[in-house]
């Protein structure tokens, strides 16, 4: 997620302090200003707000990465529960509009989990989150169904309106979202396109 170059490492003594503040991660994680790597990064939605970023090749799995939201001094862990963006959200507050509804979709998306992990918004093949070693075949499917999501318009509540492809456990679906201007997001409906993949989203937060 967010696998882009708008993030800023984190060094030296705010580094220290950093992780003095969050060690251990979870209670099981242990993070070391050695090996432990931290980046921040702005988010169109928020003004106050900054996402961060920890990963240690040390930790188990080797591929998690750890993600809290950053306002006035106070951390949320995105843990995979709606809480602690519902939260941030009312305080913030968030600001959604037509321009970055989209963003904020994809943020939502990820963060807020099922049994299965997240629930991808899949725009296209070289997306970071998008498992690397496919089998033709399946290369081939996803190729045909992945596609920019796009924002449709208000609905008369409002709402922001938008389409998307949804890779969600081994399963892709069509699904149509709605938006509130406070944050929270509803999956009006969803029609599956491809099931039983062999391949799935490996992208663990916790």
Request: net charge negative; aromatic share 10%; with cysteine.
């Amino acid at each position: 997620m967010y696998d882009d170059n708008n993030w800023n490492p984190v060094t030296g003594e705010e580094l220290a302090g950093f992780l003095e503040q969050i060690n251990p991660v979870d209670g099981r994680l242990k993070a070391s200003t050695a090996t432990t790597q931290v980046a921040w990064r702005a988010l169109p939605f928020y003004d106050q707000v900054v996402l961060i970023r920890v990963r240690d090749a040390a930790w188990t799995p080797r591929n998690i990465n750890i993600y809290y939201l950053t306002m006035q001094g106070n951390l949320y862990r995105l843990n995979g529960t709606s809480p602690p963006i519902h939260e941030v959200n009312a305080q913030a507050p968030v600001k959604i509009t037509e321009d970055n509804v989209i963003e904020y979709l994809r943020f939502f998306c990820f963060f807020v989990r099922g049994e299965e992990g997240p629930f991808l918004i899949a725009e296209s093949i070289d997306d970071p989150d998008i498992p690397k070693n496919m089998d033709p075949q399946t290369r081939a499917v996803m190729e045909g169904v992945l596609r920019p999501a796009t924002y449709e318009g208000q609905n008369e509540k409002g709402e922001f309106l938008c389409d998307g492809v949804v890779f969600y456990a081994n399963a892709l679906f069509l699904a149509n979202f709605s938006v509130q201007p406070g944050g929270m997001i509803e999956m009006l409906n969803d029609e599956p396109v491809a099931g039983d993949l062999p391949v799935r989203v490996e992208a663990p937060v916790a």
